[in-house]
Every structure is written in C-alpha cells, then in structure tokens.
C-alpha cells in the first residue's frame, strides 16, 4: 500500500495536526487508506460509529455527484467529517477532524490533495489504456 501514490497523499495528508484520519472512500468500500495505526487513536474508539454515518452519506455523494456535488460535511460528537468527492466517482476523499478545527487551511490542504489523487487517477488510467 504504501507505494500506491494514493496512499502517499494521504499520508501527507496526516501529518497535519488536525487530520486525525483520512482515507479514499466510497460506500461500504475504503478503496485507499493508511495503516490505521497512523489514525489519532481517539477516532478509532469512535470508528464503527463513524464508518456507518460515512456509509449514509455516500447514498447521499451517489445520488448527487453527477449534478456537480463537490464537497460534504458532518459532525459526529466532537468530530467532522470532511468528504471532498472526486468527479464522475462515487469516490471521495475523506478526513475526520476535530470539530473546533480552523477548517480554512484544511480546506485548502483538502483540496490540494483532491487534485493531486484526480491527476494520479488519469495518469493511472491512462496507463491501463495503453497497456490495453
């Protein structure tokens, strides 16, 4: 996994203070995530709670991602839950925070990082259709 260039985003990803988790999702599926080890371990006491309110949202990404949803958020005790959806997917880029957290850089790291995962996305792709 951890040469899976996905996955090094995500690991960047974590070494903010406020990502305590994040992962590339989609319903009841994590397609990438980082040895959990890495996650804040206050969010793995909560990780069966938060994984089924991510499945709920994802019927919500699934149902609008075509219409042009780009972001989502929710709060589950004293966490968000940022998802970042990656375009023509059901896929999304997902990182819990503290609820308190100043959301403006996290945004702009988020954001980032979406971008960089959607071009490793087309490189990847790409590739599998010259092999092709």
Request: proline share 4%.
């Amino acid at each position: 996994m951890q040469d899976d260039p996905i996955a090094l985003v995500l690991y960047d990803l974590l070494k903010l203070d406020d990502i305590l988790g994040c992962m590339v999702a989609r319903q009841n599926m994590i397609s990438v995530m980082p040895d959990q080890s890495k996650f804040d371990p206050q969010v793995m006491e909560l990780w069966d709670i938060i994984k089924r309110a991510m499945d709920d949202v994802f019927g919500v990404i699934r149902e609008y991602s075509q219409a042009g949803l780009g972001e989502m958020e929710f709060r589950l005790q004293d966490y968000e839950v940022l998802f970042y959806i990656l375009p023509d997917t059901e896929n999304a880029l997902v990182a819990i925070v503290p609820a308190l957290a100043n959301k403006g850089l996290l945004e702009v790291e988020m954001e980032n990082a979406r971008r960089e995962i959607i071009n490793l996305m087309e490189k990847q792709e790409n590739e599998r259709l010259a092999i092709v």
